[in-house]
């Protein structure tokens, strides 16, 4: 359930809320917003609906949610969430290019991609110092080493960054280098992990697992929101299927069913949903088209040359063209490119 406060609503008015759901069995989880605050009710529906809610001083409406996931629904927000990374936000009113390297192998690579994905026009920065493979004996990222150049990364372009977090014990390390952290396809479903990240309030890009339906995906959402980490970025980035032409299978479907559903951001990773290189450019352009809220690809100076999927990096020159088409595609659908709200501050400021 959820209960929509007024705007005239004081402090008071929602600690009274509380207490009588609490007092009921029940917990709450409060969003507050610029013009009133919404109150997300875990617990029994039916003990709930006994209350008289309705009639508490602030209180605008009372909503039953019939869906599993209660925070992470659309109904929780009287308008869609906008998260902030850094100096960029992502949000539905703009489109959202996020470029880098896949893993961080060497300064100078990372650097390269870097600069590319600057100069070409993307707006966040992706790098991972930690990777989950398949195999034991692939290239498991730089770790701490990894980190130190993504910062550097970071301080030259003057760009926020986003890297994946494999383990709970690295949460907050990682978190100390980084603008927003990304739960991996392969973790959707750690719930541990999921908590973990819950409770630092650092923005979250979480990634749709392998063979995972969009409510399994929404509910793991459900889990760091309910710690109350409500910054939470939905990254599909395609699924396993019986087709072996593609690494995965773009569920580009989903974009248009999670802006029905929820009310977090959207965005699309071609990159490793399609494993192929040539197969970037025109999924990206979909993904635009669908109403995704952003991209994000890999980057890389010397595919050929990678320690980690190499076949699906773009060049250092092939971004500049992606990135003109989309925004001419943005465009065209009333959805231009994010622009820097202001410089970009340290990380934690």
């Given at each position: 359930?959820?209960?929509?406060?007024?705007?005239?609503?004081?402090?008071?008015?929602?600690?009274?809320?509380?207490?009588?759901?609490?007092?009921?069995?029940?917990?709450?989880?409060?969003?507050?917003?610029?013009?009133?605050?919404?109150?997300?009710?875990?617990?029994?529906?039916?003990?709930?609906?006994?209350?008289?809610?309705?009639?508490?001083?602030?209180?605008?409406?009372?909503?039953?949610?019939?869906?599993?996931?209660?925070?992470?629904?659309?109904?929780?927000?009287?308008t869609?969430?906008?998260?902030?990374?850094?100096?960029?936000?992502?949000?539905?009113?703009?489109?959202?290019?996020?470029?880098?390297?896949?893993?961080?192998?060497?300064?100078?690579?990372?650097?390269?991609?870097a600069?590319?994905?600057?100069?070409?026009?993307?707006q966040?920065?992706?790098?991972?110092?930690?990777?989950?493979?398949?195999?034991?004996?692939?290239?498991?990222?730089?770790?701490?080493?990894?980190?130190?150049i993504?910062?550097?990364?970071?301080?030259?372009?003057?760009?926020?960054?986003?890297?994946?977090?494999?383990?709970?014990?690295?949460?907050e390390?990682?978190?100390?280098?980084?603008?927003?952290?990304?739960?991996?396809?392969?973790?959707?479903?750690?719930?541990?992990?999921?908590?973990?990240?819950?409770?630092?309030?650092?923005?979250?890009?979480?990634?749709?697992?392998?063979?995972?339906?969009?409510?399994?995906?929404?509910?793991?959402?459900?889990?760091?929101?309910q710690?109350?980490?409500?910054?939470?970025?939905?990254?599909?980035?395609?699924?396993?299927?019986?087709?072996?032409?593609?690494?995965?299978?773009?569920?580009?479907?989903?974009?248009?069913?999670?802006?029905?559903?929820?009310?977090l951001?959207?965005?699309?990773?071609?990159?490793?949903?399609?494993?192929?290189?040539?197969?970037?450019?025109?999924?990206?352009?979909?993904?635009?088209?669908?109403?995704?809220?952003?991209?994000?690809?890999?980057?890389?100076?010397?595919?050929?040359?990678?320690?980690?999927?190499?076949?699906?990096?773009?060049?250092?020159?092939?971004?500049?063209?992606?990135?003109?088409?989309?925004?001419?595609?943005?465009?065209?659908?009333?959805?231009?490119?994010?622009?820097?709200?202001?410089?970009?501050?340290?990380?934690?400021?």
């Open positions: 359930m959820i209960v929509v406060m007024n705007g005239r609503a004081t402090q008071a008015d929602i600690d009274r809320v509380v207490v009588t759901v609490e007092d009921a069995g029940g917990e709450c989880f409060i969003s507050p917003g610029k013009n009133r605050t919404i109150i997300g009710l875990l617990g029994d529906t039916d003990r709930f609906m006994s209350l008289p809610l309705g009639g508490l001083p602030g209180v605008d409406e009372v909503i039953r949610v019939g869906k599993p996931y209660k925070l992470v629904a659309a109904e929780a927000r009287s869609p969430s906008v998260v902030s990374v850094g100096n960029i936000d992502i949000g539905r009113d703009a489109f959202t290019i996020i470029a880098g390297p896949c893993a961080i192998e060497t300064e100078d690579q990372a650097m390269s991609a600069r590319a994905a600057k100069a070409a026009g993307a966040i920065l992706r790098g991972d110092a930690y990777k989950h493979r398949s195999s034991p004996y692939a290239f498991q990222g730089l770790a701490k080493t990894g980190l130190e993504l910062k550097q990364m970071r301080i030259e372009t003057g760009m926020p960054v986003v890297t994946e977090v494999l383990q709970t014990s690295d949460v390390l990682v978190a100390s280098y980084v603008d927003i952290l990304r739960v991996g396809a392969r973790n959707m479903q750690n719930f541990q992990l999921l908590r973990e990240i819950g409770k630092i309030h650092k923005p979250v890009m979480l990634k749709r697992g392998l063979s995972s339906t969009i409510e399994e995906w929404l509910m793991a959402a459900e889990y760091i929101a710690q109350g980490n409500q910054d939470i970025v939905l990254c599909e980035r395609g699924i396993r299927t019986f087709e072996p032409m593609t690494r995965n299978t773009l569920d580009l479907s989903a974009v248009p069913i999670v802006h029905k559903l929820s009310h951001p959207i965005i699309v990773d071609p990159s490793h949903a399609s494993g192929k290189r040539e197969l970037v450019a025109p999924l990206s352009a979909a993904a635009v088209a669908v109403g995704a809220d952003g991209i994000m690809v890999d980057v890389h100076p010397h595919p050929e040359a990678a320690l980690c999927d190499g076949p699906q990096a773009l060049t250092n020159d092939e971004v500049p063209p992606l990135v003109k088409e989309l925004a001419a595609v943005a465009k065209a659908i009333g959805k231009p490119l994010s622009r820097p709200r202001h410089a970009l501050t340290a990380v934690g400021e």
